[in-house]
T-cell receptor
Framework: SQQGEEDPQALSIQEGENATMNCSYK?????LQWYRQNSGRGLVHLIL?????REKHSGRLRVTLDTSKKSSSLLITASRAADTASYFC???????????FGAGTRLFVKA | DGGITQSPKYLFRKEGQNVTLSCEQN?????MYWYRQDPGQGLRLIYY???????QKGDIAEGYSVSREKKESFPLTVTSAQKNPTAFYLC?????????????FGDGTRLSIL
């Protein structure tokens, strides 16, 4: 079945550096979403990019979408220790209702 | 503030026991979802409801049951038929039946076996 798969599984960086996470998926989508999850908490929606969009920004977040490669990337600029969390991509199949979540990238930002 | 409330935060189940996880939202959302999350993994859909008095099985519905008698509430029962229930359970909602909507999540219930 369709699934977003994040890469890398884990990422450790210094505060102030940029963090890039990638997501690949298998079938056509209506949109792709990125979520954040702090340890032991629920997911928080970060950004949604539609299939006809190529790039979207929100604060320190930049998301790109390449539908020809079926991939997306999430860039967090000037990372902070508070950015330490797991980040998930989620996709919807065209014509479907369900949202499919990947396994996530665990980001650790060292102060 | 509007949001989703899950209770309890921690729950322990004995062998052969059914337990019910509560999920309440005051966002006036039509659609609600239950997910299961195992350590280091993504979310797997258990059940979802697009409107009151209607719900559908997700990818891992066996051993679980739900009801949607009120718009605000979508309780999940983990039955004794679910042989490996230890996991983190997340409830979510979205405004409309259209899947192209960001989902709002509660803070989860962690279920363990005694």
């Amino acid at each position: 079945s369709q699934q977003g798969e994040e890469d890398p599984q884990a990422l450790s960086i210094q505060e102030g550096e940029n963090a890039t996470m990638n997501c690949s998926y298998k079938t056509s989508i209506n949109n792709l979403q990125w979520y954040r999850q702090n340890s032991g908490r629920g997911l928080v929606h970060l950004i949604l990019i539609r299939s006809n969009e190529r790039e979207k920004h929100s604060g320190r977040l930049r998301v790109t979408l390449d539908t020809s490669k079926k991939s997306s990337s999430l860039l967090i600029t000037a990372s902070r220790a508070a950015d330490t969390a797991s980040y998930f991509c989620a996709t919807d199949a065209t014509g479907g209702f369900k949202t499919i979540f990947g396994a996530g990238t665990r980001l650790f930002v060292k102060a | 503030d509007g949001g989703i409330t899950q209770s309890p935060k921690y729950l322990f189940r004995k062998e052969g026991q059914n337990v019910t996880l509560s999920c309440e939202q005051n966002l006036n959302h039509d659609a609600m979802y239950w997910y299961r999350q195992d350590p280091g993994q993504g979310l797997r859909l258990i059940y979802y409801s697009q409107i009151v008095n209607d719900f559908q099985k997700g990818d891992i519905a066996e051993g679980y049951s739900v009801s949607r008698e009120k718009k605000e509430s979508f309780p999940l029962t983990v039955t004794s038929a679910q042989k490996n229930p230890t996991a983190f359970y997340l409830c979510a909602s979205s405004p409309h039946r259209d899947s192209n909507q960001p989902q709002h999540f509660g803070d989860g219930t962690r279920l363990s076996i005694l």
